[in-house]
């Protein structure tokens, strides 16, 4: 289960697609409020990796303690950031810390895709990841995918291959929320061809997913047995995953934020997780009259993305709108 903490929605980037939207709030993360969240939620954070992003966590001033005083409460933790500053990796305090740094294609395609294209942002996050490497820390790549920077990825895997020591090369496709918007994501189809490519040539481990391919889903369907209700669990169902923002509210994503949770500061996470109100993520279903609901591919899908349904047809229930059964992308 993963804990989505962000230190602050603040970023020192405005790249043109951002999931957290423009309107980023000038809210950093109370360092005391904090603490006194990790001694309330002791046993609950257990089973939780502690993911610590933004905006941009780096910006925040007191990111180390946080880290620090949070390390022996979580199963595992993770920083994720843009790369831009560097400064604070260091070998000897980051050694059972893993770090994820954003890379969205070759030097001229990262700098388009993390700006206007004339500020050299590769050159700091170049520095960063080579930091990283020499200083064996566990760090991986993530790559965001959409319609600009999409022929630049199957360049990527000689660029990718020259890292030393990375542990893994996360490549996903952007999604249609905050800056982004339905134009710029990319079809079913052409991802899962750019997964086909990258599982032929990327020379590191790769964390990929295929969307809606329904020759794979049918060879899983004619091998296990479905009669047993097997609870697929979706993205945005709180039960593996929350976002907690600067203030401490909890969402069950950053695509569902119209819907807060609780808040850790009067709440403990397991009332929140637990409460009416997170119910309907927990248990999420499609509507009786949706497409998904006579889907032969309901009982491994559930209707997908629940932050797709909602924003593209304006209700829980009715499916992930990049489905091609949906016929609306
Ligand atoms: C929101 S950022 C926050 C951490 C840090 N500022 C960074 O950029 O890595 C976390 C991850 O979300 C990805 N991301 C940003 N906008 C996205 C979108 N519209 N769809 C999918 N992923 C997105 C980024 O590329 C990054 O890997
Ligand atoms: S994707 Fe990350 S680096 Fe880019 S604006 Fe959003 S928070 Fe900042
Ligand atoms: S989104 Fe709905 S229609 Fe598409 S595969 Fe999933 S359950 Fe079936």
Redesign the pocket.
């Known amino acids: 289960m993963q804990l989505y903490l962000l230190l602050t929605e603040r970023?020192n980037l405005s790249?043109p697609?951002?999931?957290?939207g423009k309107k980023k709030k000038n809210v950093y993360l109370d360092a005391a409020a904090w603490m006194s969240v990790l001694k309330r939620n002791a046993a609950a954070f257990r089973d939780y990796q502690l993911l610590v992003?933004?905006?941009?966590?780096t910006l925040h001033p007191q990111m180390t303690e946080i880290i620090r005083a949070s390390r022996p409460f979580f199963r595992s933790i993770s920083i994720?950031?843009?790369g831009v500053i560097g400064t604070w990796v260091n070998a000897s305090d980051f050694s059972d810390i893993h770090v994820?740094v954003?890379l969205?294609g070759t030097p001229e395609m990262h700098n388009r895709m993390r700006g206007d294209g004339r500020q050299d942002v590769f050159s700091c996050v170049n520095q960063t990841i080579e930091k990283l490497g020499e200083c064996h820390i566990s760090y991986n790549i993530?790559t965001?995918v959409n319609v600009q920077n999409y022929d630049n990825i199957f360049q990527m895997p000689g660029f990718i291959a020259r890292y030393f020591n990375l542990r893994y090369w996360k490549i996903?496709p952007?999604?249609p929320?905050?800056c982004?918007s339905d134009e710029k994501i990319l079809r079913p189809l052409p991802w899962n061809q750019l997964i086909d490519f990258l599982l032929d040539h990327a020379r590191v481990r790769l964390k990929v997913r295929k969307l809606f391919d329904f020759a794979l889903a049918d060879r899983f369907l004619a091998t296990h047995d479905l009669s047993e209700p097997s609870k697929t669990r979706n993205c945005g169902d709180v039960v593996n995953k929350v976002y907690v923002y600067p203030d401490l509210t909890v969402y069950p994503c950053t695509c569902l934020t119209d819907f807060p949770l609780g808040n850790l500061k009067t709440q403990s996470l397991m009332a929140i997780v637990h409460s009416a109100r997170a119910e309907i993520f927990r248990n999420y279903t499609v509507k009786e009259d949706s497409v998904c609901a006579a889907c032969k591919y309901l009982p491994i899908c559930n209707g997908g993305c629940i932050g797709m349904s909602y924003h593209h047809f304006k209700e829980l229930g009715r499916g992930d709108f990049r489905c091609p059964k949906l016929g609306k992308l």
């Open positions: 970023c790249c697609s951002c999931i957290r992003t933004g905006g941009e966590p994720n950031t843009n994820q954003s969205d993530s965001t996903s952007e999604l929320f905050g982004s």
